[in-house]
């Protein structure tokens, strides 16, 4: 009534004590006045519309938060993405073989998944790098323009055996053998090989092939031969010919003990009829190389130079060529000549021999070497790698079972992390790993030490840095050759020991390998190896250790030599000393603090003759029988890896490399000198292809050590592409309003995330630029900011609802997409808490007129919401209490009231009746609930006034939008709080 006072003097204005509408008044004092119902009509109409907007419950802005920390309140793709830590991000595929499984999606020849070791272990007797079939280029060996392929695995091979030509000419030959074991066929090299007995009488254990113009040709200037050979025969012989003519005219030949001249035993090389075909002229080396060890010869003629090479190195070289002749109709043999010229036949064992119409080159052979050097070798092919993306490729990393063909740990460092084998460097006083260019190394220089000793190697002569080393390179030392170590640390007191352990290759000859001083060291002499003490030797037989690669560990006291003050370990095996050569002395003898490596100090004319050093090291303390072991080991077993990247599926289509990219390089533990396992980063590899493939090679000296790896990974792994979604379950409450849309990104996130919306969850939108419509896929989407600046369209295209989002999470296969939260602010209008009463009131009376309202919530609560009803003397309320679940929030419940019988009539008319609400949901949680007002009938109190029988207005009893303004009584949740905030209609 106070409004429409107020109304009414603004409609009417006071002219002479009259009361005038405001409307009279008009130019020139005329007036015209309206009818006086219009007039109070309109002025009514006006109270109603200015009640309204006073009266109008306003809008509060709240808040609903997706925070991605319970995954069943989201559908999202399960394989794509994860929801941990509060995020949702992509999940990173593996690419990680580490079980039968991984491993059995590969192939391997030689290297196959072991159950009992959970590992791929190498698991042959032999080397499987035969060189290809046909002549069809493999990764790892171009054979084009290969003449002639004869591996020798016939088994059981006798006389008139057919011996295979496998370069696809089929230049086959014929074994023909008359000595006294008719069978040939022995374990080789590279599977099977034969025997030659090296008969001298006419034509015994011979293969003979062809004619060599049906092999290579006539007037040949390029031409490559190669084989494997083994032989402890001082005698000699010509291991493979191909003859110019019948007789002993010869066009090129591979021979062993050769050239009749000084140091002839033990000598490998070849002739050729020389450019001018006036004689037949030697090309060759010594090196002890009748040692029963296979060695790889090989001689490759280039116009007028010739190449020797020895076990895969260019050992020599000069420019007499080879003649250019017509009718070269001599056989080709292997074993000796076709001819009566017995003096020349080979005994020994041959395998893999190989002729090309072309000079291989340097890194041909070398790699050929490489391959098939090992006594057992094999390789494993991995399964392809789908990146699903453009690629991404960064490492590979993988787990041996021990350290493999690594170097010792830099600066007295340890190994970690290996099953087996860990290495500690503890007092480590100095480390030479022998690497650097290759060539002779000028007197003076500096060999670098590794360790954290003050060490320093200092070269004297011209020894030489050749390839071929146990790790690396390797130092060769001549006849003037020697590295001094100068500022050793080493304790010359009696009680404590010292260890010096490094690989040697020796040629055979009486040699120093390292001393102390001109007294007391390292002595390979008189068919010994051991101990120098004064000119004798404490140590054993040497003549196992001539020729390959082998482990060296000694431990020095300072004091008398005994087996019970030093040790002396072979590969890896402690010996039983004794005095191999002369009586030793009972003198007590000590270390210094400066040695010689290569021969004895201060006595140049000692030295380690014509044999190779790697991996030199010095220690201020005794190395147990485990930590040599450990340390022989790592180098005489090997895993190293090549890799390729594909466009296609197959991947046949590349061949695998190395870190220099090409296929004479390999990813090893030769670049990994921390302690921990190897992780190496791609080099020179196209990483945005699709599919990546690896080949493991594993190699080892010997059978009771099998190299093992647990597992290989490919790094970084990739992440999906397919653009996978999350969407919220739980959304936010039917709003009028969305005010904003902001998403939270996680820190690692870098790639793209992008959004559709909806008012329903069914139906999807995205704002294409001029409005919003429907969308189907992440082409049809926007950004967050793009969803935030459109918002108020979207009310007008689509219209209110219930908040629901779909997140792209979009990635090229390297960037990972990952999602913090979603926060939407919205706004909720029209009555919060509407209280429908029926008829418009509750009235009871105490006769036993009972009435019910009901309770129901117009919001999805996130807990359960409990509503306490007051306790009051006059009313009975059942239930006391009522109960709302997220799952029937919508179902009203009822409340039945009676009045407690009153005697004498007496009592109020009226009882008010309070809500209490409890839940764990805070926007629920305290609501304020407007009393309900029952009306009391006394049936004893006459002057009790009558309770009014006309209905009051009352909204419909239809349930209204809870968006909407329904009238009644009325009361707001918290102005902001989660997306669960709800409100309570009781009617």
């Known amino acids: 009534m106070v409004i429409m006072s107020v109304l009414a003097s603004l409609l009417h204005i006071n002219v002479g004590n009259r009361i005038y509408p405001i409307f009279h008044i008009v130019k020139g004092g005329y007036m015209f006045v309206f009818p006086q119902r219009l007039l109070r009509w309109l002025s009514s109409f006006l109270c109603l519309l200015l009640s309204l907007f006073i009266f109008m419950p306003k809008a509060s802005a709240r808040t609903a938060t997706w925070p991605f920390d319970i995954a069943s309140k989201y559908a999202f793709d399960l394989v794509d993405i994860e929801i941990a830590g509060g995020q949702a991000g992509l999940v990173q595929t593996s690419y990680s073989d580490d079980s039968a499984e991984s491993f059995g999606g590969g192939t391997g020849f030689g290297a196959l998944w072991d159950e009992n070791q959970d590992g791929l272990v190498l698991q042959t007797q032999t080397n499987l790098w035969e060189l290809p079939d046909n002549a069809i280029p493999d990764e790892w060996c171009s054979m084009s323009e290969n003449a002639l392929l004869i591996h020798l695995n016939e088994e059981g091979a006798k006389d008139k055996t057919v011996i295979i ?30 025997n030659f007995e090296g008969m001298s009488s006419s034509v015994n254990d011979l293969i003979v092939g062809p004619a060599t113009n049906q092999i290579i040709g006539d007037n040949c200037q390029q031409v490559t031969m190669a084989l494997w050979l083994r032989s402890t025969s001082d005698n000699r012989g010509y291991v493979a010919s191909l003859k110019a003519t019948t007789g002993n005219s010869t066009l090129l030949s591979l021979t062993i003990n050769s050239n009749k001249s000084i140091q002839g035993a033990g000598r490998l090389g070849f002739l050729t009829r020389n450019k001018l075909d006036n004689a037949h002229k030697y090309i060759d080396h010594f090196g002890n190389y009748n040692d029963g060890k296979w060695h790889h010869l090989a001689a490759v003629v280039d116009g007028d130079e010739r190449i020797l090479y020895i076990d895969g190195e260019r050992i020599s070289s000069d420019e007499d060529g080879i003649a250019s002749k017509t009718g070269n109709t001599g056989l080709f043999t292997i074993g000796g000549f076709a001819s009566n010229y017995g003096n020349l036949q080979y005994s020994g064992a041959v395998d893999e021999v190989a002729i090309w119409k072309r000079a291989l080159s340097e890194d041909e052979i070398a790699k050929i070497y490489r391959m098939q050097r090992s006594d057992l070798s094999g390789y494993f092919d991995s399964r392809v790698m789908d990146s699903k993306g453009e690629g991404g490729w960064s490492d590979i990393a993988w787990a041996p079972k021990r350290p493999y063909g690594k170097e010792l740990p830099n600066s007295n460092s340890s ?35 590794t360790s954290e000793g003050k060490a320093v190697g200092k070269v004297v002569g011209d020894p030489s840095i050749i ?65 120098k003490v ?149 080099n020179n590899l196209q990483i945005d292809r699709r599919y990546l493939q690896y080949r493991a090679f594993l190699t080892s000296e010997l059978q009771s050590e099998l190299p093992m790896v647990n597992s290989v990974s490919i790094g970084p792994g990739s992440y999906p592409t397919s653009n996978p979604t999350i969407s ?52 049809q989407t ?70 019910k309202y009901s309770v129901v919530l117009n919001r999805e609560p996130q807990a359960n919401v409990t509503v306490m009803l007051s306790v009051n003397d006059d009313v009975v309320v059942d239930p006391q209490y009522l109960v709302f679940t997220p799952n029937d929030w919508a179902e009203p419940q009822e409340v039945t009231v009676s009045a407690v019988a009153s005697e004498n009539g007496e009592g109020p008319a009226s009882v008010t009746l309070g809500h209490t609400v409890v839940s764990e949901d805070p926007g629920c949680d305290g609501l304020e609930v407007t009393d309900v007002v029952i009306k009391v009938k006394r049936a004893q109190a006459a002057e009790s006034p009558p309770i009014d029988e006309v209905a009051q207005p009352s909204p419909s009893d239809e349930t209204q939008d809870d968006s909407e303004s329904a009238g009644g009584n009325e009361a707001d949740s918290a102005e902001s709080g989660p997306s669960s905030s709800c409100s309570l209609i009781v009617r």
């Open 165 to 194: 030509d496998y370069s696809g000419n089929a230049n086959n030959g014929e074994l023909r053998t008359k000595g006294s074991t008719d069978e040939k066929s022995i374990e080789g090299k590279l599977r099977g090989a034969l």
């Open 467 to 531: 390839k071929g080393g146990v790790y690396k390179e390797a130092i060769e030392f001549t006849d003037n050759g020697f590295v001094d170590i100068e500022d050793l640390s080493v304790s010359l007191d009696s009680d404590i020991k010292s260890t010096v352990e490094f690989w040697f290759n020796w040629k055979g000859l009486d040699s120093t390998a390292f001393g102390w001083s001109e007294a007391y060291g390292l002595d390979l002499r008189h068919g010994c190896i051991g101990f």
């Open 728 to 779: 919220n379950l739980s959304p936010a409450p039917k709003y009028s309003t969305i005010l904003s849309f902001v998403e939270t990104l996680g820190v690692d996130n870098s790639g793209t995330i992008k959004y559709q919306i909806s008012n329903d969850g069914t139906t999807w939108y995205f704002y294409d630029g001029a409005e919003w419509s429907e969308a189907s896929d992440y082409d």
């Open 782 to 851: 926007n950004i967050a900011s793009e969803i935030n600046e459109n918002l108020e369209l979207f009310m007008e295209d689509v219209g209110i609802g219930r908040f629901h989002f779909k997140a792209y999470l979009h990635s090229d296969s390297v960037l990972d997409a990952v999602l913090d939260s979603i926060v939407v602010e919205y706004e909720l209008k029209g009555a919060a808490i509407l209280i429908l009463e029926s008829g418009g009131s509750t009235q009871v009376s105490d006769n036993g007129t009972n009435d």
């Open 415 to 449: 190994d970690s992390g290996y099953a087996q084998g860990d290495i500690n460097m503890q007092g480590n006083l100095a480390l030479f790993h022998m690497n650097g260019s290759v060539g002779t190394i000028g007197d003076g220089d500096v060999i670098p030490n």
């Open 534 to 682: 004064g000119d004798s030797i404490f140590g054993v037989n040497s003549e196992s250790y001539v020729g390959g690669w082998h482990h060296l560990a000694a431990v020095f006291s300072n004091s008398e030599v005994s087996g019970e003050k030093v040790k002396l370990y072979l590969d890896g095996s402690d010996q039983a000393l004794g005095s191999c050569y002369s009586t030793v002395p009972t003198s007590k003898y000590s270390v210094a603090t400066t040695a010689r490596i290569g021969g004895l100090p201060h006595s140049n004319s000692v030295n380690f003759r014509g044999g190779l050093i790697d991996e030199f090291a010095i220690y201020n303390r005794e190395l147990s029988a485990s930590e040599i072991h450990s340390r022989y080991l790592r180098g005489i077993a090997d895993i190293k890896f090549q890799v390729r990247t594909c466009e296609m599926a197959d991947c046949q289509s590349e061949g695998f490399i190395g870190p220099d990219g090409t296929d004479e390089s390999y990813y090893s533990e030769l670049v990994n000198h921390d302690g921990s396992l190897p992780e190496i980063t791609f």
